[in-house]
């Protein structure tokens, strides 16, 4: 949530709804001295990848309602935003949670659910959603994230 948050930032605090990439650099780096530019510039390429950012001829807009986020008062993101987030390694934590199981359990299942029942023409992403669906396990924020890897292969 840190990550979505720290996108949201400059949006609010500017109350805009697009911003070119220089602008973004500069309130992440410059203005609220967060990261470095070379941070900033990696921060806007992931917020691309996982489909909270589109970049339209050099200028940014959210993919999501920045109006629901809050950003807290004296907000400062930590080194943790810069850590790749895997949606199918959260999937599978949630699910064993849920579960009261190990992950291992989770994946054997999630393998087993792809051999047997789809006869291998199933991605472990689609799978892992079906089985949360199964277990009654949330995973809707981690929609995005499913289908940008599912994208990539």
Do not use: C
């Not at 609010?12 to 650099?25: D, S």
């Not at 299942?109 to 199933?122: A, G, K, P, S």
């Amino acid at each position: 949530m840190t990550f979505r948050v720290t996108i949201a930032a400059p949006f609010k605090h500017t109350r805009k709804t697009a911003m070119r990439k220089n602008e973004l650099v500069y309130y992440y780096a410059l203005d609220r001295k967060w990261m470095s530019t070379e941070q900033a510039n990696l921060l806007l390429h992931r917020a691309e990848d996982e489909q909270l950012l589109r970049q339209e001829n050099g200028v940014f807009s959210p993919l999501f309602d920045v109006s629901e986020t809050t950003v807290p008062v004296g907000f400062k993101p930590t080194s943790a935003i810069f850590d790749r987030h895997d949606p199918s390694a959260e999937l599978i934590s949630r699910i064993a949670r849920a579960k009261k199981t190990e992950e291992t359990e989770v994946v054997a299942e999630m393998n087993r659910l792809i051999r047997e029942q789809f006869d291998n023409n199933l991605l472990p992403a689609a799978a892992l959603v079906l089985i949360a669906k199964t277990s009654r396990v949330p995973f809707e924020d981690l929609t995005a994230g499913l289908r940008a890897s599912l994208q990539k292969k």
